[in-house]
C-alpha cells in the first residue's frame, strides 16, 4: 500500500538521527561502512537535512537500514518533499499536490506566473530584483529558486544573456545581481513582486512586528505557488502566529498589512492565532479545506524604526513618488539606514583629505556622500527609490521633508555631473569650493544622525 506522507525527508532524517542518537559525522560514517561508498560525507548529510537535495532511491534503502526506518517511509518522505515548492524561506507545508502535474516541476511553466518558461527563471528573477543591491552566487540562487546547480547555471546565462542580470567573478565564483538599468527592469520588478515577491514582502513586513513567531499563507495565492492552475489571485491570506505571552497588535499588524498592500498592490487579509498549539489553517481568510498552505519564515530588521508616528512634513511628495511608482516601500536589510551613514563619513573623511591635492575627486565623494545621506533617511523610514527613477528623487524626498537645508543634495548631484566632464567649461573645482560644500555635508550628516531617532516607518495612507 502505498503511503502519502506531508512530512519531508530532511525532517524524518534528522529526527531519525537524533532518536539514534548518531551526530552527521557518525551517520555519515555508518553509510559509507554499510553501503561500501566513500563519497558519503557529513556534508551529504547536511544537504539532505538542510532540504537542499533528496537521497536517491539507493541511498534510502542504506539509510533505512542505519536509522531503522521503514523505506517505504522514506519514499514517502522523499516524494512529499518534491512536492514542497519551495522559493527562499517559503515553502509548502500542507496540502501539497500529491500529483502535481508538469506545472510544478522545476522547468515546467508555474502555475503562479505562467508566463516564465520555469519556475527556477522566475525564483531567480525573484531574487535578484527584489534585490537590486545584493549579488548572488549560484549556490545561494539555486536555494532561493530552488533548483539545482545546473538549472541556475543555464537560466542566469540565459538572462544575463537578455540583459536582465549582470556577472562578475570573485576568485573563482560568479556573482550574479540584477541590471541596474533596462526597458524591461522595472515593468518585470513589478510583475515579480506582485507575484513571486509575496514571501519576501509579507515576511518583511510582518516579520518586525514583536511577538511574530509564524507567517502562514492560504488562499488563492498559496495554490498557485503549489502548483495549481487558475486564475490570479485578488489577494494574500494569511495566519499570523503570535509567540506565548506575546500580545497581539492588531494595530501594528494593521500597518504591516497596508505597507504589504502598497508594496504588492494587492489586499492583504490575516487573523491571529498563538503558537503554544498545532495553528489551526481553517483560520486562515477564506481558505478551503484541503488546500495547500504555504509558511514564510519572518524577516528580522537589522534596524528597527522607533515606534512614533511617521514624519508629517513631506508627506504628500512621498505618496505622489510611491504612486508614481518612482519611490518603492522595503523591508529587512534594505531598511536600515547605519551602513549609509557610515560610508558617508568615511567619504567625507577622505574628501578631507584630498581637499588640496585632487580637489575634483573630493568633491565627488562629498556629492556621494549627500546621496548616501538622503538614502539613510529614506531607508530608516522604509523607503527607496525605485530603479530608473533618477538620481534626483532622493534629494527631492529628503528636501520636502526635512527643509530647505537638504536642497543641497540635489545641488550637489547637478555640480557632480559637471565634473565628470572633464573637457567641459565647468569642469573643474576649487579648493575653496571643496571646503565649503565639506562643511555643509557634515551638517546634512549630524541632522541625519540625529533625525533617525525621531523618524518612525512610513505608512500608506488607507
Partial sequence: MEIVSDEPISQLIRSARKQCRLSQYTLARELATVSGRPTVTR???ARWERGHQIPRRGSRQWLAVVLRVPVERLDAAAAASRRRTRLGHAVVTSNAPVKPGPARRAQGAPALLPVFRSRVQAGILAAALLNPHRSFSLSELSEHAGGSLASVDKESRLLEVAGLLTSRVDGTIRLMRAAESGPAIAPLTDLIRCTYGVPQVIGEEFGRVAGVARIVI????AERFAGLAGPAPESIELLIGIAPGQARDRT???????????????LVHFSIDTVDHPMDHRQIPHQRSGRPVVEVAPARPRQVPAARTPWSDGREV?????DAGRMNLVGGPAANSVPFLELASQHIVAAEQLTSSAPQSAFLLLSHAAQLIASALLAHQGLRPAAGSGDHVAGQAVAAQFGHQFSQVDLLRRRSIELHDPVGRDSQATDEEVRTYLATVRTLLAVARNVTDKLGLFIPQQ
Avoid at 492560504?218 to 495565492?221: D, L, P, R, Y
Wanted: with cysteine; net charge positive; hydrophobic share 45%.
Fill in 218 to 221: 492560504g488562499g488563492a495565492w
Fill in 252 to 266: 501594528t499588524l494593521g500597518t504591516a498589512a497596508r505597507r504589504a498592500q502598497t508594496r504588492l498592490k494587492c
Fill in 43 to 45: 556534508d551529504l548529510v
Fill in 318 to 322: 512621498i505618496t505622489e513618488l510611491v
